[in-house]
């Protein structure tokens, strides 16, 4: 396995890797260097993409822009569509609004 870098004059140089870390000389110029260690861990591709994944995270939409206000048919009170429960007259809100008779019996008979 060969490690592959650049004297300080930008020769680009081959060495094998048991002479990482040791004093050598650039073959062309002469000039005396270091061999590097060799990089354990370079960045792969996946990497990359997981970096600017992170990166460039867009913030989380604000609850206001996601959950606009709807009319509850109890009490008419505005309500987040989200909402499952009425913060006005409590009464239960099924996702399908096939439920709320059902849940008006029942909270009616509590009384
Ligand atoms: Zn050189
Ligand atoms: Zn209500």
């Given at each position: 396995?060969?490690?592959?870098?650049?004297?300080?004059?930008?020769?680009?140089?081959?060495t094998?890797?048991?002479h990482a870390?040791?004093?050598s000389?650039?073959?062309?110029?002469?000039?005396?260097?270091?061999v590097?260690?060799?990089?354990?861990?370079?960045?792969?591709?996946?990497?990359?993409?997981?970096?600017?994944?992170?990166?460039?995270?867009?913030?989380?939409?604000?609850?206001?822009?996601?959950?606009?206000?709807?009319?509850?048919?109890?009490?008419?009170?505005?309500?987040?569509?989200?909402?499952?429960?009425?913060?006005?007259?409590?009464?239960?809100?099924?996702?399908?609004?096939?439920?709320?008779?059902?849940?008006?019996?029942?909270?009616?008979?509590?009384?």
């Open positions: 396995m060969f490690i592959y870098f650049e004297c300080s004059h930008g020769h680009r140089l081959k094998d890797r048991r870390g040791k004093p000389q650039c073959p062309q110029c002469r000039i005396p260097l270091t590097p260690q060799p990089q354990a861990n370079p960045i792969t591709d996946s990497g990359v993409v997981r970096l600017l994944g992170e990166h460039q995270a867009p913030a989380k939409p604000s609850f206001a822009a996601l959950e606009p206000e709807q009319a509850c048919p109890r009490c008419g009170g505005e309500i987040a569509t989200a909402a499952r429960i009425c913060k006005h007259c409590e009464v239960y809100l099924a996702p399908d609004q096939k439920l709320w008779n059902v849940s008006l019996k029942s909270s009616s008979k509590r009384r």
